[in-house]
């Protein structure tokens, strides 16, 4: 039996594990073991390989950054910085129609510069807002569409797991790619402002205006968050500028969230101990999911799947732009059956060949790269919030109890829309994504 046909068989095993609800971590390991014994003819390689696997993906310097920047929103969760966030975006555009709503997004698009994953923000900032949404008289479809939709700016606004997750499987530079998301990631917000805004006009009902607040409320919610502002600027300014590495930017940031935290008395001795348990949970699904991950892609290796395929996409003829809107479409099919993390970690070393050996627009290999991997973040974000899975929209869901299911996920398909025009966006003008990463590195 072939290579090929081994690696599509690992893949039809690793689906059927999933089914049956193994998690995904263990799933891709198991997988990805049997396929290495498979091919290699004998469980004795299979053990050699296992001696060396953990420890070679686990003394990765580069991988500290991530329980770094989990705990700096741990912090931030714990030490109520996401109020403060939405009061003073609030104080801005709460009073006009769909103010707190289009609030909501913004505060998500500031809490997710500071934690870096999606189901943390929408489920931090969905405790903070839908009281006031409430209080307001927000339609529930709006309400949960707009948290749940609001909450995938949590990895697209830098620092974002799954992008430094992109840059250690493809040895490319997470300061550029914390860079060249910054454009993509207020194009969201901005999107998911407006689709609120056709909302409301459409349906004055649905998003009534909050009350005004004057300017001295305004510079006291400016005040209180500017240090959360600052931190994110000289994390991703410092990381970009080679004042820092990675590492140590993200330590820089985790150090000065929890020094906020605790000055403006929200952290006590009770979160402090909940933000290291909730970092270590966090870290070691992820460590483990890219264990298994390792074991699998080792295994596809071996039996040369990603570099028939791309061998194969780069010989057959095709347009690369149908290349590329064919991965896309795999993407939002997998958003259906697992998480983001997993996706990535899935996918890249099988798509990333085939999208480096084509050409879009003449593009370098290292332009080509960042591109890429804003747009599969851009696509993997799709997946929190689309049926049947959408881990954000379930989260919301889970705390406004009294919106049904089907109305959230009806809440979120305008903001799905506006998703859908933003890739359509990049994949026809990647300077969406290059223009800060050229201009900052020709300084």
């Not at 359509?424 to 800060?436: D, E, G, K, T, Y």
Request: proline share 5%; net charge positive; hydrophobic share 55%.
């Amino acid at each position: 039996m072939s290579g090929m046909t081994i690696g599509f068989i690992m893949f039809a095993a690793l689906l059927a594990l999933m089914v049956i609800r193994i998690p995904i971590g263990i799933s891709m390991f198991v997988a990805g073991a049997g396929g290495y014994a498979w091919l290699t003819g004998s469980w004795t390689p299979l053990m050699a390989s296992l001696k060396n696997l953990a420890y070679a993906r686990l003394s990765n310097y580069d991988l500290v950054v991530i329980p770094l920047f989990l705990l700096m929103g741990q912090f931030a969760t714990h030490g109520g910085l996401s109020r403060s966030l939405f009061r003073f975006v609030s104080a801005f555009i709460g009073h006009r129609r769909g103010g707190v709503a289009m609030a909501a997004v913004g505060a998500c698009a500031g809490f997710g510069a500071i934690c870096g994953s999606s189901l943390a923000t929408a489920a931090t900032m969905g405790q903070v807002v839908l009281p006031e949404l409430r209080r307001y008289g927000y339609a529930g479809s709006l309400a949960t569409g707009t948290l749940a939709a609001g909450g995938t700016l949590g990895i697209m606004i830098p620092p974002s797991v799954p992008l430094i997750i992109y840059a250690i499987l493809t040895q490319e530079s997470i300061g550029k790619l914390f860079m060249a998301a910054v454009i993509p990631g207020l194009l969201a917000m901005i999107g998911y402002m407006i689709v609120i805004q056709i909302i409301v006009r459409r349906h004055p009902e649905m998003g009534p205006a909050g009350a005004r607040v004057g300017w001295p409320e305004r510079l006291r919610a400016l005040v209180q968050v500017g240090p959360v502002l600052a931190v994110f600027v000289i994390v991703i300014v410092g990381i970009y500028a080679g004042w820092a590495t990675p590492t140590e930017a993200a330590a820089i940031g985790a150090a000065a969230c929890g020094v906020i935290a605790v000055a403006s008395g929200g952290l006590r001795w009770r979160g402090l101990l909940e933000s290291a348990l909730g970092t270590a949970q966090a870290t070691a699904m992820i460590y483990l999911v890219l264990l298994g991950a390792d074991m699998l892609n080792v295994a596809l290796a071996l039996s040369q799947l990603p570099a028939e395929l791309a061998s194969w996409v780069q010989g057959s003829g095709l347009s690369p732009f149908l290349v590329i809107v064919a991965i896309l479409l795999v993407y939002i099919f997998l958003g259906c059956v697992m998480d983001s993390l997993a996706m990535i970690l899935l996918t890249i070393p099988i798509f990333y060949p085939m999208v480096m050996g084509l050409d879009f627009y003449g593009m370098g290999h290292d332009d080509k790269s960042i591109w890429f991997g804003i747009l599969a973040l851009m696509v993997v974000e799709i997946g929190l919030v689309h049926p049947p899975v959408g881990m954000n929209v379930y989260i919301i869901n889970r705390l406004a109890k009294d919106v049904p299911l089907t109305d959230t996920f009806k809440g979120v398909l305008p903001f799905l829309a506006s998703d859908f025009i933003r890739i359509a966006a990049l994949v026809l003008f990647p300077s969406l994504a290059l223009v800060l990463v050229r201009t900052f590195g020709a300084l």
